[in-house]
């Protein structure tokens, strides 16, 4: 049986193949005229804070509402440098067809802009203190804070020795002068953007950094106090006081210990103030006793007298917010040394009881008249005459119970009570050198003879009584 080969008729498939390529060059000169027919159009994406709020199809239609928004709150705040506080960003696309929404773009961006003031922080510990209007405000506020505590001619004084860095004489004498003044607190200005709101004045900001912020304290109520002092004492009314406190009127009786609430300023910055201050200060002397036992107790005897010294001191002075914090010793010069005083004071004990014997009491002499009858009258004791000297003795131990002048014609007299039953009387002395109350040794100097009274010269009437019966003083020598 033959078998008969069957060959495939390749003219079919050559005609498939003609009539695809044609289709395809068809469509793509129908694409290619339909291209060139087709104009793509410029659109702009927004971005406010990183923030989608739509598209525009130009960036004038987001800027003329910025520009609008800046003047309007440039009406309120004249001096202010104004702008936006966002960031805006802005992504240009080409398309085929336009999606721009001016109107829905503007409108998000009245609603999310915040316009803020280009201002001047100043900084403390990472953190805005105060906002003023620039850096000329700003440092004019430090600078009016330091003329709280020192004068602009002290200011400008120091701010030319920082800037020359000369070195000073010595302060003269009873002189003050400030050497530094700086502000405690490290601070930095930086230029940030913030709510106009937040921009003070110049007074307002000098307010806050002096006085500070309010700062709650206990206090503790001391004998005395009442709720008007406590209130005067933290520059508070009555009224803030009682708010503080809950339950407190001003008929409460306050309790010692009880604590109240109170509020007390807490500045914000420091201003730290060094003075050199010369003061001539006075050195007291010294004082040295010396002990005596050759000499009476209770008596004293200045040896050397003591005179004060005189010493220049130059003092380093440190004051924060006005009060002295600390006070130094830079330089000291003596002017005068100061002169110890040098004092005796007797020790030795002198009984107040008399031996009995009694020693003569002058320094020699004689009885120039006796006990006895004498001119119509009796004479009540001995007169002594022309001693050695005249320093008038006591004749035995004893306690002085009258000493000073007598009317009754003995003129400066003293009487010593020798405590066993003797008292013996000495007159017409020129000066007493001892008082009432005084222990007196016997043979110690007691006055000066002398011719008061009814005396007709200078002599000693010497009188003796025991038991107060008047006795002849001779009897006992």
Not at 38 to 60: A, C, F, P, R, W
Not at 326 to 353: D, M, N, S, Y
Request: charged share 25%; proline share 3%.
């Amino acid at each position: 049986m033959d078998l008969e080969v069957t060959r495939p008729k390749s003219k079919g498939i050559t005609t498939f193949l003609l009539k695809c390529i044609v289709f395809l060059c068809a469509f793509m000169m129908i694409s290619s005229s339909a291209a060139a027919d087709t104009k793509l159009e410029s659109v702009i994406h927004v971005y406010i804070d990183d923030t989608y709020i739509g598209t525009v199809s130009n960036q004038s239609a987001i800027d003329n509402v910025v520009e609008k928004l800046v003047k309007e709150q440039q009406e309120k705040y004249e001096n202010f440098n104004l702008e936006l506080g966002n960031k805006l960003t802005y992504i240009p696309e080409q398309v085929f067809r336009s999606n721009a929404d001016n109107e829905a773009a503007s409108k998000k961006v009245e609603e999310l802009a915040a316009v803020k003031a280009v201002a001047t922080a100043i900084m403390a510990d990472g953190k805005a203190i105060a906002y003023v209007n620039d850096a000329s405000d700003a440092q004019k506020v430090i600078n009016d804070l330091k003329l709280q505590y020192v004068s602009k001619k002290d200011l400008s004084f120091v701010n030319t020795l920082k800037a020359t860095k000369a070195q000073l004489e010595d302060v003269k004498k009873d002189e003050s002068r400030v050497i530094d003044v700086n502000i405690k607190e490290p601070f930095v200005l930086k230029e940030e953007k913030t709510d106009p709101k937040n921009v003070l004045s110049h007074k307002d900001a000098l307010k806050l950094l002096q006085k500070g912020t309010l700062e709650e304290k206990k206090h503790v109520v001391k004998e005395g106090e009442a709720l008007e002092i406590i209130a005067k004492n933290y520059d508070l009314s009555l009224k803030e006081l009682k708010k503080l406190n809950d339950g407190i009127t001003e008929d409460s009786i306050l309790q010692i210990g009880q604590e109240l609430n109170t509020v007390v300023t807490k500045p914000l910055f420091h201003v730290v103030v060094d003075r050199e201050k010369h003061q001539e200060e006075t050195v007291p002397f010294e004082r040295e006793v010396i002990e005596d036992s050759s000499m009476p107790k209770g008596e004293t005897k200045v040896k050397q007298e003591g005179k004060n010294g005189k010493t220049a001191f130059i003092y380093k002075v440190k004051e924060v917010n006005g009060q002295q914090t600390k006070k130094e010793v830079i330089k000291e010069t003596v002017l005068e040394k100061p002169v110890k005083q040098i004092t005796i004071k007797g020790t030795k004990v002198i009984p107040a009881r008399g031996t009995g014997n009694f020693t003569w009491p002058t320094n020699g002499g004689y009885v120039s008249s006796g006990v006895g009858q004498r001119w119509g009258a009796h004479h009540k004791g001995i007169d002594i005459a022309r001693p050695s000297n005249y320093t008038i003795k006591a004749a035995d131990n004893g306690i002085v119970v009258e000493a000073g002048w007598n009317n009754g014609g003995y003129g400066n007299k003293i009487v010593i009570d020798h405590q066993n039953g003797y008292r013996t009387v000495y007159a017409h002395l020129r000066s007493i050198g001892v008082s009432v109350g005084q222990k007196v040794e016997k043979g110690s100097a007691i006055g000066v003879m002398g011719s008061t009274g009814n005396s007709t010269g200078t002599h000693l009437h010497f009188e003796v009584y025991q038991n107060g019966q008047l006795r002849n003083p001779l009897s006992y020598f």
